[in-house]
């Protein structure tokens, strides 16, 4: 037997092997980082609904224990704006 046997071949399947198990790998960490990106985003949209929901939960049940009492008092904020811009004058005398 010879010697001289050449072994590019076997080197250059070796760096195919090498490399496509490099991007198979490759593509389950970015499918795994996109799962994790999209459990995070699901997870700040359901809390984000949550504290809307306890905010109004919370604003009826102030509303009710307070009573009708308090609705009367209270001023519709447009009132307020009117009286505010009916009362006040320019600064810039207008001609």
Same mark, same amino acid.
């Given at each position: 037997?010879?010697?001289?046997?050449?072994?590019?071949?076997?080197?250059?399947?070796?760096?195919?092997?090498t490399v496509l198990s490099a991007l198979s790998h490759?593509?389950?960490?970015?499918?795994?980082?996109?799962?994790?990106?999209? *459990?995070?985003? &699901?997870?700040?949209?359901? =809390?984000?609904?949550?504290? #809307?929901? !306890?905010?109004?939960?919370?604003?009826?049940? *102030?509303?009710? &224990?307070?009573?009708?009492? =308090?609705?009367?008092?209270? #001023?519709? !904020?447009?009132?307020?704006s009117v009286n505010i811009s009916q009362g006040t004058?320019?600064?810039?005398?207008?001609?």
């Amino acid at each position: 037997m010879s010697g001289n046997r050449d072994y590019s071949c076997e080197i250059m399947s070796l760096i195919v092997l090498t490399v496509l198990s490099a991007l198979s790998h490759f593509w389950y960490i970015m499918i795994a980082i996109c799962i994790v990106i999209a *459990l995070a985003g &699901a997870a700040l949209l359901i =809390s984000i609904l949550l504290i #809307r929901l !306890r905010r109004r939960l919370l604003a009826g049940l *102030l509303d009710s &224990a307070l009573g009708p009492a =308090s609705s009367k008092n209270a #001023r519709p !904020r447009a009132d307020v704006s009117v009286n505010i811009s009916q009362g006040t004058r320019p600064s810039i005398p207008v001609a």
